[in-house]
């Protein structure tokens, strides 16, 4: 048996409970209407992650500062994975 989170949002008529899955189906639709709604946000947003896949390649952290102050940081490992055979002797 497989349990899943359970999350309680805001409804028309009430409180909603929502499963994992549920709430991936609202968050890609809610993506998908951002760029009906704002097509321009398509060319930055394919912008940033062209930065991030060259960034993540040449191994330098993506920087940047909140509204706030708050300076982020995160590092990603390029990882290349390879095959070998064991030979046990």
Partial sequence: MMITD????PGYSGLVQLNEGNLFKV???IHEQM????PALRVIYD???EMTRI????????SWITPAGL???QEYAYLKTSNFN????
């Fill in 47 to 49: 912008y940033f992650m």
């Fill in 35 to 38: 760029f009906i709604v704002f």
């Fill in 86 to 89: 064991r030979i046990w002797i």
């Fill in 27 to 29: 968050a890609q639709i």
């Fill in 6 to 9: 359970i999350y309680i949002a």
């Fill in 55 to 62: 960034m993540v390649k040449l191994n330098l952290p993506i």
């Fill in 71 to 73: 300076e982020i940081t």
